[in-house]
């Protein structure tokens, strides 16, 4: 497990998402927590997802000269 903050926030959408598809089984005070915790549990994973720089940044090439541009500069034009 890479990031555990990920799973932590896919857990709890789960079971949100499981309150909130059957509500026959939950009193309704739950139903409406559950919408509120589905939408927290969404934006936690979608925040936690993006912590690190996994796309974009720095990237070298070997046997370049100076700083390495952005991601995408030093690429070749089409």
């Not at 927590?33 to 990237?59: C, E, H, P, T, W």
Request: proline share 10%; hydrophobic share 40%; no cysteine.
């Amino acid at each position: 497990m890479k990031n555990w903050k990920t799973t932590m926030f896919g857990i709890i959408s789960a079971l949100a998402g499981f309150v909130l598809f059957s509500p026959q089984y939950f009193p309704p005070w739950a139903i409406d927590a559950a919408k509120y915790i589905m939408a927290g549990g969404l934006l936690g994973l979608g925040l936690a997802g993006k912590d690190f720089n996994v796309s974009g940044g720095q990237r070298g090439e070997t046997g370049k000269t100076g700083p390495p541009g952005p991601a995408g500069v030093d690429a070749p034009k089409p």
